[in-house]
């Protein structure tokens, strides 16, 4: 403004400048927002991609130099053998191969996967650098896990507030089965993630998609051979008849496909499977029986295995024509009795138990609101303490170690415990309030 009061000639232009700068933001805020959902989208996949970028960076420069290849190794030559000379993944060709590879292994290096995982294998096969691609099936491993983590929580509806959640990742991803099973690239979190999927899938009422996923985690058949047993059956009680078919077709397709490429391949697989429970016997609970009392042998493996699925199939006939809740808690129960029947198991399987973990948390946080949480916290820092506590004394912390038999029972017996006594408060405690069974009736 001038002595005479006049504004000025910038003073006269600020407001239009203004007018015009309001004008141009409301644009391009208008813009962003009606693109938001594209941009936020756009945002994430690159968000993944870079953080991908910096998982496999760290695997192949402080990972893969530590060792642990007998898990992956095998994979990726077994593979190989496969895609450049149409081989058999199971002769002495491919253990020859793997052996270059662990040249310090005790065991032959077999490839204990079915045919028709060749595929999921096969694109990091055609990586020619093992390191490479061991690195970035590291990393894909990873996403699995952290996949796993938080499908167990969508699946069990369970929302712990921010230091809950802190705990529970920390104790998730540092549990002894995460972290082995992502060290040495056991598949068994690829099979853990689409048996996670599935059981999301049926608690929302999906059932034609959680029988595909259901299907396709026979990746690792004797991780989920039992659970699919039930999978089947409940469908079937149900009459959800197009889970139970897509799951029987999802099985067939994959098994029919590798029949038609390889026609005897399960004859070479099964044989591999018998040679590996030798070497790595006892690799159960009901294994250890044998070799807890050498005397009566296979007897005494048969009746504990026996023993343990009568006693699922109990559970099972309970549980049929019951209601997706009775169903989670039921497959929670099938998944932890899988580590203790006689299948050949390994820690690495038992990263699946963050399923029932889960549960029994939610459960918890419902039935005593915040002491309920306090409850949570304090068993994920005992079971988390004593799992590398007990691995420790027993093998050492060598990753790459073979299991014990007293870790490959420790982590199961603790979620049975956990499982029957949420069930035990849930279904019989006279003071239970209605109010406490929300969580029950949400899943």
Known sequence: MDENGKLTNQQTIKPKCDTISNKFHTI???????????????????????????????????????????????????????????????????????????????????????????????????????????AVWMTVMFGCLVGLIFTALALTRWQPHAFIMLVYLVFALGSIASVRAFFLGNPALLASIFVGFGLLLVVQERYG?????????????????????????????????????SMVLTVLILVGGAVAVSPIWFVYY?????????????????????????????????????????????????????????????????????????????????????????????LWSQRFQG??????????????????LAYGLTVGFDLSAPANLLMLILRPAAVLLLLYWVRYWALNSVRLKVSHLEAYRRL
């Open 28 to 134: 391009i805020g208008e813009t962003l927002r009606s693109r938001r959902p594209d941009l936020l989208f756009l945002g994430m996949i690159l968000l993944v991609l870079l953080l991908a970028v910096g998982v496999t960076w760290f695997n192949y420069n402080f990972l893969v130099p530590l060792g642990g290849d007998e898990v992956f190794a095998p994979i990726w030559e077994a593979s190989q053998l496969v895609l450049e000379d149409n081989g058999n993944p199971y002769t002495p060709q491919a253990v020859e191969r793997s052996s270059i590879l662990l040249s310090d292994s005790p065991n032959p290096p077999r490839f204990l996967y079915p045919y028709y995982s060749i595929p999921v294998f096969a694109p990091f096969a055609m990586i020619t650098s093992y390191s490479m691609a061991r």
């Open 209 to 245: 998609a959680a029988g595909v996923f259901f299907g396709l985690s026979i990746i690792k058949p004797q991780m989920v051979f039992l659970l699919l047993v039930f999978v089947l059956l409940w469908a079937v009680s149900k009459r959800y008849l197009q889970m139970a078919g």
């Open 270 to 362: 099964y044989y591999d499977l018998l040679e590996f429970f030798k070497e790595t016997f006892p690799a159960s609970f009901a294994a250890a029986v044998w070799a807890w009392l050498p005397d009566v042998g296979p007897l005494a493996m048969g009746l504990a295995a026996l023993g343990l699925f009568i006693w699922l199939l109990v559970e099972w006939w309970r549980a049929l024509g019951k209601d997706s809740r009775w169903f989670l808690w039921t497959a929670s129960l099938t998944l932890t009795v899988s580590c203790l029947v006689g299948l050949p198991s390994s820690i690495s399987n038992q990263v699946v138990l963050l399923v029932p973990l889960a549960l029994v948390f939610s």
């Open 371 to 388: 002491q309920g949480n306090t409850l949570s916290v304090v068993v994920m820092i005992l079971l988390l303490g004593i799992d590398w």
